[in-house]
Nanobody
Framework: VQLVESGGGLVQAGGSLRLSCAVS????????IAWFRQAPGKVREAVSC????????FYSDSVKGRFTTSSDNAKNTVYLQMNSLKPEDTAVYYC?????????????????????WGPGTQVTVSS
């Protein structure tokens, strides 16, 4: 499984960005796709997760109400819509893939739950 993120960039605080994660696999509908982020000097942090087949979504407390994840099954693509961005959202954002099992979805905030990762895309929020 190959994943490629796009859509990162520089935005002012309060602005919006939409990230995309293109997934190369014929099994897309069975996947859980998560977004993680990592700022310099910090550990990788879970942001959101979507179970593609049934559309269930999960969010970390730090982004709940500001970020929305969705999928376009026809395009094998998952999106992360980021609104009301803050300087502390600055990080490299990664998408990651696993099968949407109960164990994965229960532990979606752990990077070790996901086996395939994209190269990442930089998001910088200026104050």
């Amino acid at each position: 499984v190959q994943l490629v993120e796009s859509g990162g960039g520089l935005v002012q605080a309060g602005g919006s960005l939409r990230l995309s994660c293109a997934v190369s696999s014929s099994d897309f509908n069975g996947f859980a796709i998560a977004w993680f982020r990592q700022a310099p000097g910090k550990v990788r942090e879970a942001v959101s997760c979507i179970s593609v087949k049934d559309g269930r979504t999960f969010y970390s407390d730090s982004v709940k109400g500001r970020f929305t994840t969705s999928s376009d099954n026809a395009k094998n693509t998952v999106y992360l819509q980021m609104n009301s961005l803050k300087p502390e959202d600055t990080a490299v954002y990664y998408c990651a893939q696993s099968w949407a099992s109960v164990s994965v979805l229960n532990l979606w905030e752990l990077p070790s739950s996901f086996g395939s990762w994209g190269p990442g895309t930089q998001v910088t929020v200026s104050s």
